[in-house]
């Protein structure tokens, strides 16, 4: 594993960082969670079905707070209000879909939205490299428009920062590397490099378009010629729609074999969101990268 020791040693805390389980009654979450709470990181509250969380957890569930619910609507309701109620400090994701979590988080009543874009951020490393690598958006938004995307940035950079990259370098992706007005998400990349470079995209810096090759592989983009000062070098990767994002995200755990966490950022915590069949260990990362995302918070 190389990312959780690098996001691990930026780790000063405290005390332990409540954190709310929406749908915890699921072997990996647990897992997750046991390994958290013996690290001294987190103290879990775990919204589920009771019977089915203490079964899992066997002779340790009486360490932890559980909530019990009849439903995953329920659930995920219970686990948004009591960050609502600022009684917990993170939100975790467990065995449920995506979409009924967002549901309780967007609730006009008691909902913790607090910008206009939530999106998902994925961090990442690769066997062979210990750089960091933050892919936005894979999870959230469907087909982002033109300012949906800089919200998109902006939200990767606060995550990038964070994570300890000074001045992230963001690349805009699509599938060629110049302007092309047939292809949307290249004339996007190029209006947003603009954008940057007139100080309205801040802490960063923007290029693109950019291929996938010539964003993160210096030979790459020096034998095609890019003269983008991003070019091969870039720490964030914006693509162009959910479908890219998705794939790109499950494709570095499954076909290299790469560590990953999951966040969705937007909102009044830091929401720890990893796809269900991930592992313990990814939903680890992903508790670690959401503590950091707590800022000053954390400590």
Same mark, same amino acid.
């Given at each position: 594993?190389?990312?959780?020791?690098?996001?691990?040693?930026?780790?000063?805390?405290?005390?332990?960082?409540?954190?709310?389980?929406?749908?915890?009654?699921?072997?990996?979450?647990?897992?997750?969670?046991?390994?958290?709470?013996?690290?001294?990181?987190?103290?879990?509250?775990?919204?589920?079905?009771?019977?089915?969380?203490?079964?899992?957890?066997?002779?340790?569930?009486?360490?932890?707070?559980?909530?019990?619910?009849?439903?995953?609507?329920?659930?995920?309701?219970?686990?948004?209000?009591?960050?609502?109620?600022?009684?917990?400090?993170?939100?975790?994701?467990?065995?449920?879909?995506?979409?009924?979590?967002?549901?309780?988080?967007?609730?006009?009543?008691?909902?913790?939205?607090?910008?206009?874009?939530?999106?998902?951020?994925?961090?990442?490393?690769?066997?062979?490299?210990?750089?960091?690598?933050?892919?936005?958006?894979?999870?959230?938004?469907?087909?982002?428009?033109?300012?949906?995307?800089?919200?998109?940035?902006?939200?990767?950079?606060?995550?990038?920062?964070?994570?300890?990259?000074?001045?992230?370098?963001?690349?805009?992706?699509?599938?060629?590397?110049?302007?092309?007005?047939?292809?949307? =998400?290249?004339? *996007?990349?190029?209006? $947003?490099?603009?954008? &940057? @470079?007139?100080?309205? +995209? #801040?802490?960063?810096?923007? !290029?693109?378009?950019?291929?996938?090759?010539?964003?993160?592989?210096?030979?790459?983009?020096?034998?095609?010629?890019?003269?983008?000062?991003?070019?091969?070098?870039?720490?964030?990767?914006?693509?162009?729609?959910?479908?890219?994002?998705?794939?790109?995200?499950?494709?570095?755990?499954?076909? =290299?074999?790469? *560590?990953?966490?999951? $966040?969705?950022?937007? &909102? @009044?915590?830091?929401? +720890? #969101?990893?796809?269900?069949? !991930?592992?313990?260990?990814?939903?680890?990362?992903?508790?670690?990268?959401?503590?950091?995302?707590?800022?000053?918070?954390?400590?």
């Amino acid at each position: 594993m190389r990312l959780y020791p690098t996001l691990m040693n930026r780790i000063h805390l405290t005390h332990r960082i409540r954190c709310a389980v929406a749908c915890a009654e699921d072997e990996t979450v647990l897992s997750s969670i046991i390994q958290a709470y013996d690290l001294g990181l987190i103290e879990p509250v775990l919204y589920g079905n009771r019977q089915e969380i203490q079964e899992i957890l066997n002779d340790r569930s009486e360490l932890f707070e559980i909530v019990d619910a009849q439903t995953k609507d329920e659930a995920c309701a219970l686990a948004v209000k009591s960050i609502f109620n600022e009684e917990n400090q993170l939100l975790m994701k467990g065995f449920v879909d995506t979409s009924v979590l967002l549901k309780a988080v967007l609730n006009k009543e008691w909902g913790i939205r607090d910008k206009s874009v939530l999106s998902h951020v994925c961090v990442a490393t690769l066997p062979h490299s210990e750089k960091l690598y933050f892919i936005s958006d894979s999870a959230m938004n469907i087909l982002p428009d033109l300012m949906t995307k800089k919200s998109i940035i902006e939200n990767a950079v606060s995550v990038a920062i964070s994570c300890g990259i000074e001045m992230p370098k963001v690349g805009v992706l699509s599938a060629i590397e110049k302007v092309n007005e047939k292809m949307p =998400s290249s004339v *996007d990349a190029d209006l $947003l490099s603009q954008m &940057a @470079k007139r100080g309205e +995209i #801040l802490h960063c810096t923007v !290029d693109g378009p950019f291929a996938f090759d010539n964003a993160i592989d210096v030979h790459a983009a020096h034998h095609k010629g890019v003269k983008h000062p991003n070019a091969g070098e870039c720490d964030i990767l914006i693509v162009p729609n959910i479908e890219a994002g998705n794939i790109l995200y499950k494709s570095i755990s499954y076909f =290299s074999k790469g *560590d990953v966490a999951g $966040l969705v950022v937007g &909102a @009044k915590v830091p929401i +720890i #969101l990893t796809s269900r069949a !991930d592992s313990d260990a990814d939903k680890l990362n992903s508790i670690v990268c959401a503590i950091l995302n707590l800022g000053d918070k954390n400590g």
